[in-house]
């Protein structure tokens, strides 16, 4: 008798539906239990979000990210910094993966592919911020190791200390590049 050994399911990365008021309801829950480190939302600030965002995207009711191109009509403290700092990027507005889903790859695939989706779009670079204080040296390591270079720190208004990051978009994909450095090992 053959024994048959499948690859486990990866849950596809698909974009926020807007219209699916329990995936909204599920995904705004995900956020505001992480609104500490990023920021308390209520539907109809999630929903406007979602609208303008360069990349809404989720993986189930796992992992949520939200990305803004340089023209979007944003008024984050964060963003309008970057903004008049860079002509062509995408902000990496908020990441978040569930408990019980971290360690399994979400975050790592869904920069891969917002990486790829910026360099096809002729965007330059991608940024974010990241907590100093409060501190989140997962978050620290984890742009670290995609090659995130600390280009400024600010105090916001709301008590918050964070510094800011920048990732060039050289032209290998993401997804390439990743592939080659697991060939290589």
Known sequence: MAVSISEPQVAPIEAVDRRDAALCAAL???????????????????????????????????????????????????????????????????????????????AARLYARLEDAARAAGHRRLVCEVNIDPPNPGSDRFHAARGFRPIGEAQLGNGKRVGYLCRPLDAQPASTAASSSAAAR
């Open 28 to 106: 705004l829950g995900l956020n505001n239990d992480y609104a500490r480190e990023l920021s308390l939302l209520d539907a109809a600030r999630f929903d406007d979000l979602c609208r303008m965002a360069f990349a809404a995207w989720h993986i189930g009711e796992a992992a949520l990210l939200l990305a803004f191109d340089q023209d979007a009509r944003y008024d984050s403290e964060n963003f309008l910094h970057l903004r008049r700092s860079f002509d062509r990027f995408v902000y990496i507005d908020r990441v978040v993966v569930a408990a019980a889903a971290r360690g399994l790859g979400h």
